[in-house]
Each structure stands twice: as structure tokens, then as C-alpha cells.
């Protein structure tokens, strides 16, 4: 008898343990966003400590300055090889036009079927790269900066919520799921770092306290 009940509570454990696994399974986002992994927090830390403090000048700024949704493989353009990228069951059409899938924005949560509704986010703004040294870059630096898909500088994100960043720094924005934000700052020091780009003081100050916690 002692058997039979061990039995039925290790029948009950397995049945128990595998309704948790499907309710994790359900509640999951259907599609993670992948941004190529960022530095560790350590590492991070260590760029930011090396990055100029000086401050911002946008004299002359314009998005223009930026090439960018260039052409990537065949048809593909920046736009549409990161929607493919981040996106889950995505297929496209023969100009690479996302026609189905689904996709998950890291920076609030939401998720879409409509990929029209979803941004490409450049985690160091263009803006903010003219502000902090790319002024002084060839077009061509500027081309590869606003297209780079080597370094964690692109994601798919919800349009509202890029709208809503739109070209602050960490001293003024972060994602809204709290989940996110070490991901985040690591990567846009990295990106900083990567490209000699230098950072104001309040960026600073804010980029040392989220990365306190990385």
C-alpha cells in the first residue's frame, strides 16, 4: 500500500509538473526579439568607464545623414532581414515583405501579428550618435552605423514604443519592462563604446546606476 501511494504522489508530482510547464509554454511571448548578445555587466561597466564625458551638439543633425535600410541580401533590405531575424514563423514575399508571423517587443511586452506595427529601433538613436561624435564621421561610417547588424543595434520593437524613446538617451528613457533594461544599457554602451562615441554626464550618471544591478 505504502508503494501504491509513493507511486500516485510521483504520478500526481509529474501530472503537476507538466501542467506548469504548459501554462509557462501559454504565457510566454510567441517571439523574442533577437538582438545579438550584448557585453556582460562587468564588461559593460568597464566601457563606460572609459567613454569621453563631454557634451551634446546637434548643429547641423539631419536623419538624411544616416543612410540607412540598405539593401542586405537579394531583396532584403536593414528593415526587413531584423523583422525576419526577430520574429517567430516569419515568411515574406518575393520582394522580402513580411506577409505573416509573429513578433514580441522586448521594450514593453506587446506582441503583434502585423509587422507594419512594428519599428526597427536603432538602441543608440542616430540623433544621439550626430550628438556625441558622428558628426565628424564619413557618410559611409554613418551608412554602417545605421544599419549595423553585427553589433546589439537593432530590434524589432512595438512602434509605440519607439515613438515614445525616440531619440532619448538612458538619462531620459528606458524600456518599460524592467526585465529589459540591464539587456538595454549593455548593449547601448557597448554600441557607444564600439563606435568612440562619447556620452553626456547625466547618461553617465544614469548608465552607472542601471549597470550597478547587471
Known amino acids: 500500500m505504502a508503494k501504491f501511494y509513493a507511486r500516485r504522489q510521483v504520478s500526481i508530482l509529474a501530472a503537476l509538473t507538466g501542467l506548469i510547464a504548459s501554462v509557462a509554454l501559454f504565457n510566454s511571448p510567441t517571439a523574442s526579439a533577437a538582438l545579438p548578445t550584448p557585453v556582460s555587466g562587468a564588461t559593460a561597466r568597464s566601457y563606460l568607464a572609459q567613454l569621453t564625458v563631454a557634451t551634446e551638439n546637434r548643429t547641423g543633425y539631419s536623419r538624411d545623414l544616416f543612410p540607412h535600410w540598405i539593401t542586405i541580401s537579394g531583396t532584403c533590405n536593414t528593415r526587413e532581414t531584423v523583422l525576419k531575424r526577430d520574429g517567430s514563423n516569419v515568411t515574406t514575399d518575393s520582394a522580402c515583405a513580411a506577409t505573416s508571423g509573429s513578433w514580441y517587443s522586448q521594450y514593453d511586452g506587446v506582441t503583434t501579428t502585423d509587422a507594419s506595427s512594428f519599428d526597427i ?71 557607444k563604446y564600439y563606435y568612440n562615441l562619447s556620452v553626456d554626464s547625466a547618461e553617465k550618471s544614469a548608465l552607472t546606476s542601471y549597470l550597478s544591478g547587471c
Open 121 to 191: 529601433d536603432h538602441v543608440v538613436p542616430l540623433a544621439e550618435a550626430w550628438d556625441s561624435g558622428a558628426s565628424k564621421w564619413t557618410t559611409a561610417q554613418r551608412q554602417a552605423f545605421a544599419n549595423d547588424l553585427t553589433r546589439p543595434q537593432l530590434i524589432a520593437v512595438s512602434a509605440s514604443s519607439n515613438r515614445s524613446k525616440s531619440d532619448q538617451d538612458p538619462a531620459e528613457w528606458v524600456p518599460t519592462r524592467t526585465a529589459y533594461r540591464c539587456t538595454y544599457v549593455r548593449a547601448w554602451v557597448q554600441v
